[in-house]
């Protein structure tokens, strides 16, 4: 009896003690909340509503509904192939392959694309490619994800990351990966129309393979989307990174835009947007987000800088965070476990200009679309002690044009949204 007392007496503190941990919520990349999307079945919707019985896409995930008016003489087609989650067998897809919430925005985008061609049939193009109709002359874009984790929030329903053999590109995508890679590339499509490209997306976050794209898959027709991956991992003329989406966006308002356009913001005499520097984040043994914290010694008198460990906001972090970084001109968004932070596009969204400390990483898009350094403020790590130093030299004119750079050519273009994003990446296609 008094055994049984203390059994539940010690899984009421456990439970307390769980309780406690997770409902402190720090702004840590890990536990950033992501609205998962919920799983329908559009594709019965699309074909009850379309009088076609040609469309074919199995992924029981994306929405197709708003996409109904390819044109067939476009120049372009955008097209899935049935491998992964588009697999026919969608209990052996959802089963095996694991996506992250980021490919299936991008997924999402790309269906909605005006130019995505949901009539083209992957399989029927591999068994027969007499029933399918081949454009020498069109630019096919052929989209896969190769999917290696997802985020920790996501929907649980579709399991996490399936270690098995019938996984190929589960983790390391060397290989059997690389032979369904050649499948493709030897694929009737590819082979007729020779400007068709395979975009591979990494969205990961822990970059790619550093052998994948030099030892195991060479071809310049296949193009590797990757968030977090550092310069030697991707080949140069056709690769190119990707970002991660804002977890937490800042909208900022017509009079905040406007302050953008002005430089009103811009000048000492107003103070709409006070803070200089503004750092918000947590320490990472081995990251350079420890050498931000010792900062605050450097910051001259009536210098606004904001310099916060996560810690010390255990009440409204989230609103705390966002408050500041709309409200700052220039913002720390250093790596954390993986390159790619998830900061970069916070403080685009808020309109301010990322300060980078993150050593070769490979930033989104191709230079000639996004030309970063017209936006951001790139740091080596070993200098991030100089970091307020580098960021005073930069004038005010000079300062103003790049914010209304990072917020009006970059981020509105080609960072707001899966749609922007895919308008960048479609874009960096032809700016080779
Ligand atoms: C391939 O498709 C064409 C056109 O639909 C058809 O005429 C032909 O018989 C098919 N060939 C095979 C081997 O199934
Ligand atoms: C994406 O962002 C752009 C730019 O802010 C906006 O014009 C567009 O409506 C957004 N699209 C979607 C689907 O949210």
């Given at each position: 009896?008094?055994f049984?007392?203390?059994?539940?007496?010690s899984?009421?503190?456990?439970?307390?003690v769980?309780?406690?941990?997770y409902?402190?919520?720090?702004?840590?990349?890990?536990?950033?909340?992501?609205?998962?999307?919920?799983?329908?079945?559009?594709?019965?919707?699309l074909?009850?509503?379309?009088?076609s019985?040609?469309?074919?896409?199995?992924?029981?995930?994306?929405?197709?509904?708003?996409?109904?008016?390819?044109?067939?003489?476009?120049?372009?087609s955008?097209?899935?192939?049935?491998?992964?989650?588009?697999?026919?067998?969608?209990?052996?897809?959802?089963?095996?392959?694991?996506?992250s919430?980021?490919?299936r925005?991008?997924?999402?985008?790309?269906v909605r694309?005006?130019?995505?061609?949901?009539?083209?049939?992957?399989?029927d193009?591999?068994?027969?490619?007499?029933?399918?109709?081949?454009?020498?002359q069109?630019?096919y874009?052929?989209?896969?994800?190769?999917?290696?984790?997802?985020?920790?929030?996501?929907?649980?329903?579709?399991?996490?990351?399936?270690?098995?053999?019938?996984?190929?590109?589960?983790?390391?995508?060397?290989?059997?990966c690389?032979?369904?890679?050649s499948?493709?590339l030897?694929?009737?499509l590819?082979?007729?129309?020779?400007k068709s490209?395979?975009?591979l997306?990494?969205?990961?976050?822990?970059?790619l393979?550093?052998?994948?794209?030099?030892?195991?898959?060479?071809?310049?027709?296949?193009?590797v989307?990757?968030?977090?991956?550092?310069a030697?991992?991707?080949?140069?003329?056709?690769?190119?990174?990707?970002?991660?989406?804002?977890?937490?966006?800042i909208y900022?308002?017509?009079?905040?835009e406007?302050d953008?356009?002005?430089?009103?913001?811009d000048?000492?005499?107003?103070?709409?947007r006070?803070?200089f520097?503004?750092?918000?984040g947590?320490?990472?043994?081995?990251?350079?987000r420890?050498?931000?914290?010792?900062?605050?010694k450097d910051?001259?008198?009536?210098?606004?800088?904001?310099?916060?460990?996560?810690?010390?906001?255990?009440k409204d972090?989230?609103?705390?965070?966002k408050?500041?970084?709309?409200?700052?001109?220039?913002?720390?968004?250093?790596?954390g476990?993986?390159h790619?932070?998830?900061?970069?596009?916070?403080a685009?969204?808020?309109?301010?200009?990322p300060?980078?400390h993150s050593?070769?990483?490979?930033?989104?898009?191709?230079?000639?679309?996004?030309?970063?350094?017209?936006?951001a403020?790139?740091?080596?790590?070993?200098?991030v002690?100089?970091?307020?130093?580098?960021l005073?030299?930069?004038?005010?004119?000079?300062?103003?044009?790049?914010r209304?750079?990072?917020y009006f050519?970059i981020y509105?273009?080609?960072?707001?949204?899966a749609?922007?994003?895919?308008?960048?990446?479609?874009?960096?296609?032809?700016?080779?």
């Amino acid at each position: 009896m008094k055994f049984e007392r203390t059994q539940r007496f010690s899984l009421l503190l456990f439970a307390l003690v769980v309780w406690l941990c997770y409902s402190r919520a720090p702004v840590s990349d890990a536990s950033r909340g992501i609205t998962p999307v919920s799983s329908k079945q559009p594709q019965e919707r699309l074909l009850s509503s379309s009088s076609s019985a040609s469309w074919r896409i199995n992924d029981q995930t994306l929405d197709l509904l708003p996409k109904l008016d390819h044109d067939k003489n476009s120049k372009r087609s955008l097209i899935l192939t049935d491998i992964g989650w588009n697999n026919p067998d969608q209990s052996y897809a959802l089963r095996w392959f694991t996506r992250s919430i980021r490919t299936r925005e991008l997924l999402q985008a790309f269906v909605r694309h005006p130019d995505f061609d949901a009539t083209f049939v992957w399989s029927d193009m591999m068994t027969n490619a007499s029933q399918v109709e081949i454009d020498p002359q069109k630019e096919y874009v052929v989209f896969m994800d190769i999917e290696r984790t997802f985020e920790s929030n996501a929907d649980k329903k579709f399991g996490r990351v399936v270690k098995s053999k019938d996984n190929p590109c589960q983790r390391l995508p060397l290989g059997t990966c690389r032979d369904l890679v050649s499948g493709i590339l030897d694929s009737p499509l590819f082979q007729l129309a020779k400007k068709s490209t395979l975009f591979l997306m990494d969205c990961s976050g822990g970059g790619l393979h550093p052998q994948y794209r030099h030892d195991f898959e060479t071809s310049t027709q296949v193009s590797v989307l990757s968030v977090g991956s550092v310069a030697g991992q991707l080949q140069d003329k056709s690769d190119m990174g990707l970002p991660h989406a804002a977890v937490y966006p800042i909208y900022l308002s017509d009079g905040e835009e406007q302050d953008i356009r002005s430089c009103e913001s811009d000048k000492t005499t107003t103070n709409s947007r006070p803070h200089f520097f503004t750092w918000i984040g947590d320490g990472r043994i081995g990251s350079p987000r420890g050498g931000l914290f010792t900062l605050r010694k450097d910051a001259r008198d009536g210098e606004d800088v904001v310099i916060m460990h996560d810690n010390e906001y255990k009440k409204d972090l989230l609103s705390t965070y966002k408050g500041h970084v709309r409200k700052s001109l220039f913002v720390a968004t250093p790596r954390g476990m993986d390159h790619s932070p998830y900061r970069f596009t916070e403080a685009l969204s808020a309109g301010a200009i990322p300060v980078v400390h993150s050593d070769g990483w490979v930033l989104p898009f191709r230079k000639k679309v996004v030309d970063w350094s017209k936006c951001a403020v790139i740091i080596p790590e070993a200098k991030v002690d100089k970091t307020l130093q580098i960021l005073r030299s930069i004038s005010q004119q000079q300062r103003c044009r790049m914010r209304q750079h990072c917020y009006f050519e970059i981020y509105q273009k080609y960072m707001a949204n899966a749609t922007a994003n895919l308008e960048g990446i479609l874009e960096s296609l032809r700016a080779i």
